[in-house]
């Protein structure tokens, strides 16, 4: 069993560096993209932000899914269905056409996430929860660090058309390896029932966290999606030092993923958000004094500090819906927070886009990513890690569960309805999983 999770982590890892590769490669094409479509900065960021809209889409349902049927259905599905429009934008010739296909790429994507990170917590346990989400995710920053300086070359010698198709090989490949190696029964189509992901709507803990990560997406992504034109176009530098410019920084999120989930299984569960606070203030300064840095490769050291404190996160987050979650719905609260997370992902490559369009330079665009650092570090100072009592309905529609009694222990009874769960949920809670606690009244 030992061995079977390690080498499924490892071919997770990979699915996410594929994952990661692919996307960004809109961010190292951009320039070329915008001349040869006649595309003006705001509808570079529309086309961008199309991608997250179909990402968004797709994560409740696909953790839902991943819940009811199993992860491996949509790892491999979801693989190979991207890879196909990553081949396909390669053929793109139009704005319209550009978006549509962006928007397609950006719904397989969406099937990734919940169903690898879900696979990845049924194999590992508690303890060593969060340093697995972190292998898995180093492959995000191992692909952005790839994906610029190979990309760059690409486009220098034959093209960002042919980059793409070039680029949507690997998915195949790995894809082609979950069939043939990733072997586990499908758990029961009952496992969870339609629309259990309403009973979600009332656990306070869940929304904290998922307004913490829209706002680090929202730096996350507005740098991602906008660095390589930053430097191309505002520090004036070529293609090649562009290239590896925009790739250094992500070097450093492979450390900082390692050291984060690290440090996060380190404080243990009820105590992980304390790495997101520190780290994200950190980003922000770091963020804050880039534009400010005169020599290029200054401020691409500075990005490499902010990338690094980035990466320090997301172990945690990953790790905390499935620590306050019942077992059979860890895929679906996983699926809810990267969703509504990923929203601004359509947000923000288009403010930073009318950013810069309105101001004529970059300076307020940075401050705007700064400023979202510090929003998701106050987000999660407000996230209570304990698992929630109950996910009965009067709750989730009259008191929200898990708020922290100096904001409202009493919020419960002003929507009415009983201070205790109902019977069946204690014994709901009892049948998700070994392991999960039994109901336990408040102290």
Request: glycine letters at 12%; a positive charge.
């Amino acid at each position: 069993m030992k061995a079977f999770r390690n080498w499924l982590l490892l071919l997770l890892a990979a699915g996410y560096f594929v994952n990661f590769l692919d996307r960004g490669g809109i961010a190292v094409a951009a320039p070329f993209l915008a001349r040869d479509l006649h595309l003006d900065k705001v509808q570079l960021g529309l086309t961008m932000s199309a991608f997250f809209a179909g990402f968004v889409l797709l994560q409740i349902p696909a953790g839902i899914l991943a819940d009811r049927l199993g992860c491996r259905r949509l790892l491999i599905g979801g693989m190979a269905w991207w890879s196909a429009f990553v081949a396909l934008t390669a053929a793109a010739g139009s704005f319209l056409g550009l978006t549509v296909i962006r928007f397609l790429f950006g719904a397989g994507e969406g099937l990734y996430p919940p169903s690898s990170l879900k696979a990845v917590s049924g194999c590992f346990p508690a303890r060593r929860r969060a340093w697995a989400n972190g292998v898995l995710l180093t492959g995000n920053y191992l692909a952005l660090a790839v994906a610029p300086f190979v990309g760059a070359l690409l486009i220098g010698s034959v093209g960002w058309r042919a980059m793409y198709l070039a680029f949507a090989l690997p998915g195949a490949v790995v894809a082609f390896l979950l069939y043939r190696l990733y072997r586990v029964p499908a758990p029961p189509r009952t496992a969870a029932r339609r629309g259990d992901w309403r009973r979600l709507a009332g656990v306070a803990p869940l929304w904290f966290l998922t307004g913490s990560w829209f706002w680090h997406f929202v730096a996350y992504w507005g740098l991602l999606t906008w660095l390589p034109t930053y430097l191309y176009l505002d520090r004036h530098v070529s293609i090649l030092k562009m290239g590896w410019g925009a790739a250094v920084p992500y070097l450093g999120g492979i450390p900082g993923m390692l050291l984060g989930g690290w440090l996060a299984d380190r404080l243990g569960p009820g105590r992980r958000r304390y790495t997101v606070v520190a780290a994200s203030l950190a980003g922000a300064a770091l963020l804050a004094a880039v534009y400010y840095t005169p020599g290029y490769l200054a401020a691409v050291g500075l990005l490499l500090l902010a990338v690094f404190c980035f990466s320090l996160t997301p172990s945690a987050v990953y790790a905390v819906p499935v620590d306050i979650l019942p077992p059979r719905y860890a895929g679906t609260g996983l699926g809810l927070v990267n969703s509504l997370g990923m929203v601004s992902g359509v947000v923000a490559p288009t403010a930073v886009g009318l950013l810069v369009h309105a101001t004529g330079g970059y300076a307020a665009a940075f401050w705007f990513l700064s400023l979202a650092m510090v929003l998701a570090a106050a987000f999660m100072a407000l996230v209570r890690e304990a698992p929630v009592r109950s996910l009965s309905v009067w709750e989730a529609f009259g008191g929200p569960v898990g708020w922290p009694r100096w904001r409202g222990a009493c919020l419960g009874s002003l929507g009415g309805g009983p201070s205790l769960p109902a019977r069946g949920d204690r014994e709901g809670y009892a049948a998700a999983g070994a392991g999960w606690p039994r109901w336990q009244p408040q102290s």
